[in-house]
């Protein structure tokens, strides 16, 4: 098995190689030329093998830069196309809300499958996305990878800032053995929203509270579920997600109004602590243990980082 790197993705999947057992790793060269356009190439043959391509998809170039990976690999060859794409882009629209709008999620997933074999993602952000890939989906979650960093940490209460987070929070509190609330959001625009402590919520005051989350954006839910907490007597507070794409001034918000911030390395971000690469390359060795493939030493590392 090979592992390549896209360019938004590059630490992780050294990260993944080396949790494969430092399997063969390369990253392509990549140039834009004149008007633009994007030109890369993978160094060697993969003839016969199974390549992993990781890239998430924050950007419009960085689905492009997808696109053309997976057709260069096939093109040298690989028996099966491996695409990992640890933050899945689009994948907020995803369903249609007006007439005339595309289901975002949807077209962005037929055609990434176009030249993959498989797909692996993390924490996509809703279940509708599942439905939209016709090839094999494997779906790790960002909860291990955040566990296990919190389990070095003082955490009295886990806190999901809405009720679509419940599965996620309480699943955090069992890793944990942690009690958990999911405070009840009322948004008012794309970037305000206001919370509120659902009926019987536990005594926070003097406690340290953990905020999980899938995906910090704009930065708004977490800051008003900091206050919220604040003004109840937490004593410290931590924000944490899967996704952390700190939009605008987001970063500078939430920092303010917490005593820390992290997440996972899904999205190259300042505070990416935790990674999720033992939680793809759990998958990626699970499935090649069922089709009896062996991943290749690292001998056979040969191709170019130019």
Not at 93 to 111: H, K, N, T
Not at 191 to 202: G, H, K, M, N, S
Request: proline share 6%.
């Amino acid at each position: 098995m090979h592992v390549l790197g896209g360019s938004a993705s590059t630490t992780l999947a050294e990260r993944v190689s080396r949790e494969l057992g430092n399997a063969p790793f390369a990253i392509p060269f990549r140039k834009r030329f004149p008007d633009g356009e994007l030109y890369l190439r993978v160094g060697g043959s993969f003839e016969g093998q199974d390549v992993v391509v990781v890239q998430s998809l924050r950007s419009d170039s960085d689905v492009i830069e997808l696109f053309l990976l997976e057709d260069a690999v096939r093109e040298a060859g690989a028996r099966k196309v491996w695409a990992v794409i640890p933050y899945f882009g689009y994948s907020r629209q995803d369903r249609r809300f007006f007439p005339g709008e595309p289901v975002s999620a949807r077209a962005l997933a037929r055609r990434v499958e176009t030249d993959a074999d498989a797909i692996i993602t993390v924490d996509l952000h809703s279940p509708l996305n599942r439905g939209a890939f016709l090839k094999p989906l494997h779906e790790a979650s960002g909860i291990p990878a955040i566990g296990r960093l919190l389990r070095e940490r003082p955490v009295d209460l886990l806190v999901s800032p809405d009720k679509g987070g419940v599965d996620r929070v309480r699943r955090m509190a069992e890793l944990l053995g942690k009690p958990w609330i999911a405070l009840e959001k009322k948004r008012i625009d794309s970037e305000r929203v206001e919370l509120y402590f659902p009926p019987a919520a536990p005594e926070v005051k003097g406690k340290h509270v953990v905020i999980v989350d899938d995906v910090i954006s704009t930065g708004g839910t977490i800051v008003e579920s900091a206050k919220l907490l604040r003004a109840r007597g937490a004593e410290a507070i931590t924000a944490t997600c899967t996704h952390g794409l700190f939009l605008k001034d987001a970063f500078e918000r939430i920092k303010a109004v917490t005593d820390d911030v992290f997440a996972t390395d899904t999205v190259e971000n300042p505070v990416e602590r935790a990674s999720v690469a033992p939680d793809i390359a759990a998958i990626l060795r699970r499935e090649l243990a069922q089709e009896g493939v062996e991943s290749e030493p690292a001998v056979h590392a040969a191709t170019a980082r130019s």
